[in-house]
């Protein structure tokens, strides 16, 4: 089969690469039909690299059609159409019994400390062949594999792999109050949405979104998100100033931080997380695991919004161990820090039920880009470079 692949910094390629096959009993087999790319992926193309083996198949928005089952697998059959969620879980221990599968106990990475094992991503998460691929063998299938009718376009279910749980938990952890008002951090995939949801579950009376991107800000405006700029500003106290007038000095009372370790504006790190590429390859990740630094641009600026008694909902992924975060701050502010990896299946029956003609949070017009798995090389340097509006890449093998 066909299926990109990592091979270094900047360099993803389509390769032939051997058909997945049954190993387990709980093990399915699907024909990928459509597969998203994530601003995760780009942590794999930049930051994370010395946690890559060239090779890896990369990938974890995947959706298609059940070629094959293992015994032990039956809700699902040949032929069935599924979303695939990012993360790999039993459904049956304690952690996925909780609605934390991506706490699994059956599959945590124990070796390296990590939760459960996720799709297409570094040998912290179980360095499992993901889904930007014509097949997946997708472990776990007895829970894992959401069902999805026929007959509908793939963009109205394929963000239920990752996005739309993802942005659905940002503004869940963000705990709104009623009437309140929420600030979004970051417009990308993962930020636009969980503006969309905000407004769908209608508890915030405002929802202010930042970004710096030109085509991410109009399209949040669009949404009638109140935007806010970057390029406007030459100082974060000043954006922080301009917020803060327009909540009564208070700041908001929620902040969903949706950049993650891509954020602009902190040089030190990005020359820190780039100086472990001049290492061996283990050095390079035993240092990024004991001293790793992230860009914490977009962090600082979320803790410094929220008002006193206020919510920071972390979405955004950050790697570091040993991030030198203002904590004197965050205590004094009585600030409330909640995060984490989405756990899919424990907001896929919220979700289910806006996924209908009438689409309330716009899934069939969310990707500015739809391109075949042989471009995944160009897909992935425009949407790491921001070039042509990319916004949502989908991939089709």
């Known amino acids: 089969m066909r299926a990109v692949t990592w091979q270094g910094r900047h360099d993803v390629r389509v390769e032939t690469v051997p058909d997945p096959i049954i190993k387990e009993p709980t093990d399915a087999i699907v024909r990928i039909t459509t597969t998203g790319l994530c601003g995760s992926d780009l942590h794999l193309y930049e930051v994370l690299t010395p946690f890559m083996t060239p090779g890896d198949i990369l990938g974890h928005e995947p959706m298609g059609i059940v070629e094959e089952t293992g015994p032990e697998v039956t809700h699902i059959k040949p032929g069935d159409r599924v979303v695939v969620p990012f993360q790999i879980a039993c459904g049956h221990c304690w952690t996925c019994r909780s609605g934390l599968p991506t706490q699994c106990e059956t599959t945590q990475v124990t070796e390296h400390g990590m939760g459960a094992e996720l799709f297409g991503y570094t040998k912290l998460y179980g360095a499992v062949a993901g889904g930007q691929a014509e097949y997946l063998r997708v472990p776990q299938a007895q829970y894992g594999p959401i069902k999805v009718p ?24 963000a705990e709104v109050p009623r009437g309140g008002t929420l600030a979004v951090l970051g417009l990308g995939p993962i930020g636009n949405m969980a503006c969309r949801v905000a407004k769908v579950q ?21 949404d009638g998100v109140e935007v806010h700029d970057l390029n406007d500003f030459s100082r974060q106290e000043d954006l922080v100033e301009a917020i803060l007038s327009t909540t009564g000095g208070r700041g908001p009372d929620a902040v969903i931080d949706a950049v993650g370790t891509e954020a602009h504006g902190s040089p030190l790190g990005r020359t820190a997380q780039r100086a472990t590429g001049l290492l061996p390859r283990e050095w390079a990740a035993k240092l990024t695991e004991k001293a790793g630094v992230d860009r914490l641009a977009a962090l600082r600026l979320a803790i410094a919004l929220v008002r006193r008694g206020g919510t920071i909902s972390l979405s955004g992924i950050y790697g570091g161990m040993a991030d030198p975060l203002p904590l004197m701050t965050m ?67």
């Open 331 to 397: 205590f004094d502010k009585q600030i409330q820090l909640r995060m984490g990896q989405a756990n899919v299946r424990r907001w896929a029956d919220d979700i289910f039920p806006l996924l209908t003609d009438d689409d309330p949070l716009g899934v069939d017009g969310f990707a500015t880009h739809r391109v075949p798995l042989e471009e995944a090389p160009r897909a992935y340097e425009m949407f790491q470079r921001k070039e042509d509006g990319a916004i949502k890449i989908l991939m089709r093998p």
């Open 150 to 173: 026929e007959g509908v376009h793939d963009d109205r279910y394929v963000y239920l792999s990752d996005v739309l749980p993802t942005a659905w938990q940002a503004v869940e952890y």
């Open 202 to 222: 209608g508890l915030a009376d405002r929802v202010i979104g930042v970004d710096l991107v030109p085509e991410r800000l109009r399209r949040a405006r669009a």
